[in-house]
């Protein structure tokens, strides 16, 4: 049974889910960026009394693997620069103030969709609100297009835009059951390190009071000098355009110019978010000392990452091969202190994706939490899960957090929900619910604090454990603290400063990198044997072989 709501804008007939929760899809929270507003920051909606159907979700942001000459992409729903849209799932419209949890997807800031995130089932377990937005992406939120045209452009319009829809649910969410006053903001990857951001950014004070980060933080930003030379590349690749052309430009020729613009720069991402000291800090160091907004954080991330990267090699938003990590650090530091760093991690397929992990979420996401801690309640997570094939990859959680069905996500999560998948299903689920009600994951979990880190890991047997690397050895605590920014290798710049001494201090921790890694890891050999006594892990190999081949031939 349809029921409907009336805002300033508009009414708005939802329609009820499978699980009597009601759902609201595709409502405007700005103004279509369209022609003049092109590049701007998102503009407030005009008032209306029109009554409109929100059955169906809205159009996700224009982006290069949605081909937008079809209108269809990987997830299903059409594309369009008209897509600042949100989604809201509620359990009733019954005047209660519920909890809302506020969902930002990844996508590394050029590709994805809300409309992938059904939150119902979340809403109805929990008797919360859930919220999922689509903003900008790629060339239209997240290049400096002042740079470009050296004409007077908000920076960073895709966390503009994630700000405004904040604010629109701060102003709206109680005609759908949900409390303005209690607003979690979270998301994976991209939408990790958008909520990181948010974290730093003034204009977000206040409109939300805790926070979940899985797989991301703000060293996963460009910083200026790489701004700079992604606008030079545009600059070139348009042909030094004026505002005026860019917004008259059809959306495909400025996709096409992202892609050209990736290529010049060596497959790099061709539009992200940088350090602007407007709307975000002025760089990485001065993020780190900014005093984060006093709210409760959830973090964590996938303890094998970087696996995604390598083995979907279209999917790759960081360079993962060991020679590009090698070349970075032997860039930053001179021949002995490159090797008494790369000495840590031996050349194995675990140490390699370990190098890597650490560097690009890691260390980062942890010492998010370890400042926010300062201020406020923190825990933080490990997701050990092992796909056969994928290994405890990037964004692996998310086929447990959210109820996606059908034999994709089967063959992404390594098998059904059932035995202990559904029991891991159920405690994220309830974990992710209690936070968002409570401010605590429950009683499961012990909080993160600077001394006696403790840690949950997630797996078919869950377990909380004191850190393993930081209780060890203060050595490598020190090492573990530091972050890589997307454009370089900050984490190496940094220990630079350190005395010698330091270094010579890290190889002796050589045989407790290896111990580490040992527990860290649990890699599936595909020896004779093992395909012999273990016939489901073979044939979850070979069904991911296949994904890939699918996920190849669907990105061209």
């Known amino acids: ?73 990987w997830f299903g729903g059409n594309f369009d620069e008209d897509c600042l849209y949100l989604n809201v799932f509620t359990p009733a419209l019954d005047g209660k103030r519920r909890p809302v949890l506020f969902w930002i997807h990844g996508g590394a800031f050029i590709l994805g969709s809300a409309n992938l995130y059904d939150g119902s089932h979340l809403a109805d377990q929990g008797d919360v609100v859930v919220v999922t937005i689509n903003y900008r992406l790629g060339v239209l939120g997240f290049v400096d297009i002042g740079a470009v045209t050296e004409e007077p452009v908000p920076s960073n319009n895709g966390i503009r835009d994630i700000i405004a829809a904040l604010r629109w649910v701060r102003d709206n969410i109680s005609a759908f059951g949900g409390d303005p006053d209690k607003i979690t903001i979270s998301g994976e990857s991209a939408g990790s390190i958008a909520v990181s951001q948010l974290l730093l950014a003034d204009s977000a004070r206040g409109l939300f009071n805790q926070a979940i980060m899985q797989s991301g933080s703000v060293n996963l930003m460009h910083d200026r000098a790489m701004a700079k030379a992604t606008s030079d590349a545009y600059r070139t690749a348009l042909d030094n355009p004026t505002l005026a052309q860019l917004q008259a430009m059809p959306v495909q020729e400025l996709l096409e110019a992202q892609v050209n613009v990736s290529k010049l720069m060596g497959g790099a991402i061709a539009a992200y978010p940088f350090y602007d000291n407007d709307l975000l800090p002025a760089s990485m160091d001065q993020a780190w000392e900014t005093n984060p907004a006093p709210v409760r954080l959830m973090a964590g991330f996938t303890r094998e990452e970087t696996a995604l990267f390598e083995k979907v090699p279209f999917l790759n938003s960081v360079r993962v091969d060991r020679p ?37 979420f890691a260390n980062s996401t942890r010492r998010t939490a370890e400042r926010q801690a300062k201020f406020e309640t923190c825990w933080f997570y490990r997701f050990d899960y092992t796909h056969p094939w994928l290994g405890a990859a990037h964004g692996l959680e998310l086929l447990f957090l959210w109820n996606m069905n059908g034999l994709l996500p089967v063959l992404a999560r390594g098998g059904a929900l059932t035995r202990k998948r559904l029991d891991l299903a159920h405690l994220i689920r309830e974990s992710w619910i209690n936070f968002v009600r409570h401010g605590n994951p429950g009683e499961h979990w012990a909080p993160f604090e600077e001394d006696g880190q403790k840690i949950m890991l997630l797996n078919l047997e869950s377990k909380v454990v004191s850190d393993p690397i930081s209780s060890d050895t203060e050595a490598f605590d020190e090492l573990r603290k530091y972050a890589s920014q997307v454009s370089r290798l900050t984490l190496l710049r940094m220990l630079e400063k350190l005395v010698p001494e330091f270094f010579s201090s890290l190889c002796n921790v050589r045989t407790l990198i290896l111990k580490c890694a040992a527990v860290s890891f649990r890699v599936v050999l595909p020896t004779p044997s093992l395909l012999a006594t273990n016939l489901s892990t073979c044939i979850s190999k070979l069904l991911g072989i296949l994904l890939n081949s699918f996920l190849e031939s669907a990105s061209r």
Request: proline share 7%.
């Open 1 to 73: 049974m349809k029921q409907s709501v009336t805002l300033t804008q508009g009414c708005y007939c939802g329609s009820a889910e499978k699980d009597k929760t009601l759902s609201f899809k595709g409502i405007p929270y700005a103004a279509p960026p369209v022609g003049d507003l092109r590049f701007k920051a998102p503009q407030p909606l005009s008032a209306g009394s029109e009554s409109f159907d929100a059955d169906h979700f809205g159009p996700a942001c224009s982006q290069v693997s949605g081909r937008p000459k079809h209108g269809k992409g």
């Open 324 to 360: 590009y990590l090698e070349l970075q650090i032997n860039r930053e530091l001179d021949t002995k202190r490159a090797q008494d760093i790369l000495r840590l991690y031996p050349k194995t397929t675990e140490c390699n994706r370990a190098l890597a992990t650490d560097i690009y």
